[in-house]
């Protein structure tokens, strides 16, 4: 009995099929796999079908790798017998974010595609497949010629070097395409240089503010960005930003750095609040010798209420003065936070001891959204940035001008994007040149927006 697909591009009716689809794939979304792009995606898949090179800017949830996935499987299914081969920066991004609509795809399609369908591979025939690999080395893009392959960079702007030129040698054949789709997040780089004018790529923007479900404000597409979530990222980060300009407007931004706390964010008067409003965190730098010093500072929900710096202080001597403010400033150990790196394991370690099972942090540590941040001290400062913004709702925290060190560490952060997408606060030692020293009032702001570090709350979770 022949497959599905064998029946699907069996001569004549196969060949003027998929004749069809070549030319049209738009049609093939809609009457093949039964899906309805909508107007930036369906330019996407024109370009794809009239020129070789097609480059994708775009914001966060426009439906880029959505597309991508389409455009896969009408290649694969358009030019047999064809090979697809997809990459992004990372395995996870590969199997988990392309792959994943791929399959989906090609499950629930209109008309049953045939093939065989494994993790990150369809098979059709021994020279016809698509396959997510990912970018560890470039050799291994060797081996794929055909007359028909198709390349996909997804998350194109975290796409090394040598991986793009891999890739662009693959394209030898009589029929060979490459679809570099990604957010802007980086005014450098390949991606970045694509999208010169001079450049022989097709070009295409895709901005949220383009996106039907926020030009209508109903939910049309039930996967795409809404109006909802753009007006929050508005007052979150402000039109101005490098941030809006990525991952809402799909625009590089201009510098690869931006501030993090803008200046004029803490020189706003001071709220009418009652001081101990809401509960009480103690953050602790932890320091010995030169000129870095330990740091306590403790904050509520709505302002900084203490900060004492000490130096040359030994680790019992910290250990001291946290016990004293937890009791004389009802600071429960649930709200204790320290930095576990260095010197601050030997405190965190007597506190237990003293049975206060206080927060261990380690600011290199995996971020709770991995996806977003490299690691959890940009999570922190992000965090901390929330709560300073202005047109937070519930009205920003409030930081006294005699707390000067701290202002002034704080307006010297910056942050930037990483290869994958991810946001990284500047690391201390470039800050040191900016301040002086290290951010140790700043640090310990931070670590009071670290979330649970508790081994009793770990040990729960594993459980």
């Known amino acids: 009995m022949l497959s599905d697909f064998e029946l699907f591009r069996r001569e004549p009716f196969g060949a003027e099929l998929r004749k069809r689809l070549r030319s049209d794939p738009v049609f093939f979304c809609r009457h093949i796999l039964g899906i309805e792009p909508w107007s930036k995606q369906a330019e996407v898949l024109q370009a794809l079908r009239d020129d070789d090179m097609v ?235 030169g000129k870095d010093a330990t740091v306590f500072l403790i904050r509520n929900e709505r302002e900084i209420i203490y900060v004492r710096e000490e130096h040359g202080i030994s680790t019992m001597e910290s250990v001291g003065i946290i016990v004293r403010l937890m009791k004389e400033k009802n600071i429960s150990e649930d709200n204790v936070f320290i930095d576990d790196t260095g010197l601050g394991a030997g405190v965190t370690d007597r506190l237990r001891e003293l049975d206060y099972e206080v927060n261990a942090v380690i600011a290199a540590a995996k971020a709770n959204n991995p996806a977003r941040f490299i690691n959890l001290r940009a999570e922190m400062f992000w965090r901390l940035r929330e709560d300073l913004n202005p047109e937070k709702k519930e009205g920003p925290l409030y930081i006294n001008n005699r707390y000067t060190t701290l202002k002034r560490e704080l307006c010297a952060l910056t942050y930037e994007f990483n290869s994958g997408g991810g946001i990284k606060i500047i690391d201390k030692i470039k800050l040191r040149g900016k301040i002086s020293g290290s951010p140790n009032h700043a640090d310990s702001l931070a670590l009071t927006y670290a979330g649970s570090r508790r081994r009793k709350d770990i040990e729960i979770s594993i459980l």
């Open 55 to 289: 480059a994708v800017r775009s914001g966060h949830g426009t439906g880029k790798s959505f597309i991508a996935s389409a455009a896969a499987l009408w290649f694969l299914y358009s030019y047999y017998p064809a090979k697809v081969i997809t990459t992004a920066p990372t395995w996870n991004q590969v199997r988990q974010i392309l792959w994943s609509e791929i399959r989906r795809m090609h499950a629930m399609s209109r008309m049953p595609l045939g093939g065989k369908v494994l993790e990150e591979r369809i098979k059709l025939s021994d020279g016809a497949y698509a396959v997510g690999i990912s970018t560890d080395e470039a050799e291994r893009f060797q081996g794929f010629h055909a007359e028909s392959v198709f390349v996909i960079l997804d998350e194109a702007p975290g796409v090394r070097e040598e991986i793009w030129e891999a890739a662009q040698t693959l394209l030898t054949g009589s029929v060979g395409k490459i679809l570099a789709i990604g957010n802007p997040t980086k005014p450098t780089g390949i991606f970045y240089e694509i999208f010169n004018p001079a450049s022989e790529w097709r070009k295409i923007r895709i901005s949220c503010l383009d996106s039907p479900n926020v030009t209508s404000g109903r939910e049309l597409y039930p996967r795409l960005v809404t109006r909802k979530w753009v007006e929050r990222r508005r007052q979150e980060w402000g039109e101005d930003t490098p941030l809006y300009r990525s991952r809402v407007l799909g625009e590089f931004p201009e510098d690869e750095q931006s501030v993090l706390i803008p200046r004029h964010w803490l020189e706003g008067e001071k709220p009418k609040i009652k001081r101990n409003k809401g509960q009480r965190y103690l953050g602790v730098n932890v320091a010995r010798e």
